[in-house]
Nanobody, 121 residues
Framework: VQLQASGGGLVQAGESLRLSCVAS????????MGWYRQAPGKERELVAA???????TYAASVKGRFTISRDNGDNTVYLEMNSLKTEDTGIYYC????????????????WGQGTQVTVSS
């Protein structure tokens, strides 16, 4: 399974960005899909995830500002990021459960290459 993320960029604080991620190389719907981010000097953080049943979870730091959604038919997941803050800067990685046993909640599923998000003040 390959995960291809897009949509990152440079924005000012308060603006919005939308990330997209398409999973290819599989003919079945993936269970959970989501996004991690790694900020400079910090550990990777699970930002948001959504199950195939469309049940979302969010990190406390983004709750109310970010919205995760997905299209099960296309194995695509989106992250709508509003009211961006400078502390949202980082590399955002698309992740998904591995049906062979890995789960994104423990970081042991599939990982994409990442897309850079930079929020300036």
């Amino acid at each position: 399974v390959q995960l291809q993320a897009s949509g990152g960029g440079l924005v000012q604080a308060g603006e919005s960005l939308r990330l997209s991620c398409v999973a290819s190389g599989t003919s079945f719907s993936l269970n959970a899909m989501g996004w991690y981010r790694q900020a400079p000097g910090k550990e990777r953080e699970l930002v948001a995830a959504v199950t195939s049943g469309l049940s979302p979870t969010y990190a406390a730091s983004v709750k109310g500002r970010f919205t995760i959604s997905r299209d099960n038919g296309d194995n695509t997941v989106y992250l709508e990021m509003n009211s961006l803050k400078t502390e949202d800067t980082g590399i955002y990685y698309c992740v998904a459960d591995d049906p062979r046993g890995g789960t994104l909640y423990y970081g042991t599923g599939f990982w994409g290459q990442g897309t850079q998000v930079t929020v300036s003040s």
